[in-house]
């Protein structure tokens, strides 16, 4: 007997996917939000200053995902801009890990790279993270912009956060679907806003 998914298992998966994304393009509080973490990123690198991502697993690969397409491009040719993901240097990852703790890994970094006027985006689905908790704590104190991306109440970071993009669901998979989703949106408006095309 098979333990594969069928063709409906997998419909249903892509109906739930779906399903999340719709609770988000109605919420109109949450899309103003979303709105207002792009004018945060761009009134950022007008300044001359970063966005700096942090997350575990997925969300860091979320982390660097979005850092890539800003440093990078997303649509179109264009100068780069400063974002990067806190996790990307394992030789320092390892060291803090093992010196001081893995909750310390992104504080420690944000303390070393951050400026007021920074963007913080804080990734963690449950909201509840500590290392994600200590960098958003972090960041506060030097007066960057924290913008916390989570699921459903937005957890323990939700007290933490300047703007709160949490994505109506507790199904893991799905807020981060829903999250490179608003990371894709946030790409565009940025790239649209500083470098037009027309």
């Known amino acids: 007997m098979s333990n594969t998914l069928g063709i409906q298992d997998m419909a249903g998966i892509i109906r739930d996917s779906i399903a999340v994304k719709q609770a988000v ?5 949450l899309l103003s939000r979303i709105g207002a973490l792009s004018d945060a990123c761009v009134t950022a690198y007008r300044q001359g ?16 995902h979005i850092a890539a397409e800003l ?12 974002a990067e993901a806190l996790h990307v240097n394992t030789s320092y990852l390892t060291a803090v890990g093992n010196d001081y703790s893995y909750d310390e890994v ?31 704590e972090a960041a506060r ?22 703007i709160l993009i949490d994505i109506p669901s507790h199904n893991t998979p799905r807020i981060q679907e ?19 095309r027309y």
């Open 49 to 64: 200053r970063k966005l700096l991502l942090c997350g575990n697993g997925g969300s860091a690969a979320d982390a660097q």
């Open 141 to 162: 104190e030097l007066g960057m912009t924290v913008a916390a991306w989570t699921g459903e109440g937005g957890g323990q970071l939700a007290r933490l956060a300047d």
């Open 25 to 29: 393009m109605t919420n109109t509080e």
């Open 106 to 136: 992104y504080a420690r970094m944000v303390r070393a790279r951050g400026r007021a006027g920074d963007v913080l985006v804080a990734i963690s689905t449950s909201g509840n993270s500590a290392n994600v908790l200590r960098a958003a």
């Open 178 to 196: 829903a999250h490179i989703l608003i990371g894709h949106i946030l790409c565009e408006d940025i790239e649209r806003t500083l470098f037009p």
């Open 71 to 82: 440093s990078g491009r997303f649509y179109y040719d264009r100068p780069p801009l400063d």
